[in-house]
Nanobody, 124 residues
Framework: QVQLVQSGGGLVQAGGSLRLSCAASGRIFSSYVMGWFRQAPGKEREFVAA????????SYADSLKGRFTISRDIAKNTLYLQMNSLKPEDTAVYYC?????????????????WGQGTQVTVSS
C-alpha cells in the first residue's frame, strides 16, 4: 500500500484556479485507481474524479466535468487535480485516495489509502 501526502490547497477568489497535489510514498502500480473526494461542512464526502494509473480511464462527477482535470506524473509518483473556474460551492476539504481492489471508483468505501486532506476555500 501507499501513503499519500497532499499539498496545494488555499484561499482563492471565485473564478480562480488551484492545483492540488498528492504525492505517494511507495509505488503506484498501473492497476491502481487514484481518486479525489471532497467534503463540505455538513455534507458527506463525495466523489470528485478518478483515474486508472495506467491513464486509460478517467471519470468525473457530472457537475464538475469541464472545470476539473485529474492527471498524474508517473516519474514523480504524484496525482494532481487542476481546478478551474472555482465557485464558492467548491469550498471543502479535498482528499486524494488509492483503490487497490475491485469496487466502484465513485465509492469512498472502496479505497484503501487516504491523504490527510487539504482545505480549499473559494470566496465570492
Amino acid at each position: 500500500q501507499v501513503q499519500l501526502v497532499q499539498s496545494g490547497g488555499g484561499l482563492v477568489q471565485a473564478g480562480g484556479s488551484l492545483r492540488l497535489s498528492c504525492a505517494a510514498s511507495g509505488r503506484i502500480f498501473s492497476s491502481y485507481v487514484m481518486g479525489w473526494f471532497r467534503q463540505a461542512p455538513g455534507k458527506e464526502r463525495e466523489f470528485v474524479a478518478a483515474m486508472s494509473w495506467s491513464g486509460i480511464g478517467t471519470s468525473y462527477a457530472d457537475s464538475l466535468k469541464g472545470r476539473f482535470t485529474i492527471s498524474r506524473d508517473i516519474a514523480k509518483n504524484t496525482l494532481y487535480l487542476q481546478m478551474n473556474s472555482l465557485k464558492p460551492e467548491d469550498t471543502a476539504v479535498y482528499y486524494c485516495a488509492a483503490k487497490y481492489v475491485s469496487g466502484g471508483h465513485y465509492n469512498r468505501d472502496a479505497y484503501g489509502s487516504w491523504g490527510q486532506g487539504t482545505q480549499v476555500t473559494v470566496s465570492s
